[in-house]
């Protein structure tokens, strides 16, 4: 399968590693911790702000709190104009990955452990047939991305950091780079790709970032870590049907991840680190939602020293028709790219450095992605006559 995989560490390692030696000069004013509410609560208080100098305020904020997707396009619509709105998507994009508000999470007790394991049971049944009773199929991927940092920089570190915001005329430090929009298909497993043969003539190019295969590799990937690694309840999630059982997993494991570049398939051997959630449907054990965060060990080829750097994905499952049925499918995924990391223990990538904050900013890639206009895919044939 073509996993697409992509980290920053792998990407952007030989433009960042001799600036990132040094620690770069925050910017003033600092990035600042902020819950839902309070989130709220400025954008309310900022009519009259234009837009430019409104989305220079939001990129100046970090979420404490997951921001769903319902509240962040209601709160878009009072905003002044569409780089606003951008990143406001792009710091609920980056909240994807923690809790939501406790206001939002059902006041219900955790179940027994009985049930607790019956559960899981039938989330490790429904992993291990979800991706054989996907039909092939077609779908539209639409793809806004980002770039930055994790934290504030001042203008002309930015522009070291990424030459191509160079020509940005905002001072932020998330902006947008555009929208792509393709098809992506899925035949026996396997994703494809219409233009794959002129794809593996396409130059690798610095800082690309695109994401992970969300029909089945990162399935299959997660069934393996919450078979082979530690999962424990956590919480009770709201859900579109009714409640939502949401339990924490960890493992850690030799991952062949693959080169991002069409024309470098060979595969790189990191230490991975993973983590996440899954939230299930207790009444299907269906998973309607998770997120894996995997911090990565690598070697590159030019480099003697391992580097360290985070990938962060989030999937939005629901249930979608293709050909006259229903299956549940992606509708929505993030991914982020992190790193390099310096001054941590490379050789104990398990202290988890998204458990605190860098000493400094770190270079951020951000893929806000949704799926759309399900279809079948059917081939067709052409019977031409002999002469």
């Given at each position: ?14 433009a960042?590693?001799?600036h ?5 000069s ?8 902020v ?12 009519h009259?702000?234009?837009d430019?100098r ?11 709190e ?10 878009a619509?009072?905003?002044?104009g569409?780089?606003s709105?951008?990143?406001l998507?792009?710091?609920a994009?980056?909240?994807a ?17 009985i ?5 899981i049971?039938?989330a ?31 203008w002309d570190e930015?522009?070291?950091l ?11 430090r ?7 929009i ?7 497993g396997?994703?494809i790709?219409?233009?794959?043969k ?14 992970d ?9 997660v069934?393996?870590?919450?078979t082979?690694?530690?999962i424990a309840?956590?919480h ?32 790189l051997p990191?230490?991975t ?10 009444a299907?054990?269906?998973i309607?939602?998770?997120t ?9 080829d ?40 310096h ?29 759309s ?15």
């Open positions: 399968m073509r996993l697409r995989a992509i980290t920053c560490t792998l990407c952007l390692a030989a960042l590693l001799s990132a030696k040094g620690q770069p925050l910017a003033s004013p600092t990035l600042r911790s819950t839902v509410a309070e989130l709220e609560q400025t954008l309310a208080a900022s009259g702000v234009n430019k409104l989305a220079e305020q939001i990129s100046e904020m970090k979420l404490t997951r921001l769903s997707k319902m509240e962040e396009a209601q709160l619509q009072e905003l002044p569409a780089r709105r951008r990143i998507l792009a710091i994009d980056e909240s990955f923690l809790d939501p508000p406790a206001s939002e999470i059902p006041d219900l007790p955790a179940p027994s452990q049930t607790q394991s019956s559960l049971r039938q490790e049944d429904y992993l291990r047939k979800a991706v054989p009773r996907l039909p092939n199929f077609l779908a539209t991927r639409t793809t806004l991305r980002f770039w930055g940092t994790s934290g504030p920089v001042s930015r522009d070291e990424f030459p191509q915001m160079a020509n940005s005329p905002a001072s932020q998330l902006d947008s780079f555009g929208t792509t393709d098809t992506v298909g899925y035949s026996h396997v994703e790709f219409a233009d794959l002129e794809a593996m003539k396409t130059e690798c190019k610095s800082g690309e970032l695109t994401g295969d969300q029909f089945g590799e990162i399935l299959n990937r069934a393996y870590e919450i082979h690694g530690h309840w956590s009770w999630e709201k859900g579109s049907a009714g409640p939502l059982a949401v339990f924490d997993y960890d493992a850690f494991f030799n991952y062949h991840w693959p080169r991002h570049c069409p024309n470098e398939m060979h595969y990191l230490d680190d993973f983590r996440g959630e899954i939230a299930v449907d207790p299907s054990g269906e309607l939602r998770l894996e965060v995997a911090l990565r060990k690598a070697r590159t030019d480099q003697k020293d391992p580097l360290l750097g985070e990938s962060e994905t989030m999937v939005d499952y629901r249930s979608v028709e293709i050909g006259g049925k229903s299956y549940i499918c992606p509708v929505r995924s993030i991914y982020v790219g992190l790193g390099p990391f001054g941590i223990d490379e050789h104990h990538p398990e202290s988890n450095r998204a458990q605190r904050e860098p000493e400094w900013a770190v270079p951020e890639g951000l893929n806000d992605i949704t799926f206009a399900y279809r079948m895919f059917r081939s067709t044939s052409r019977i031409v006559p002999a002469n």
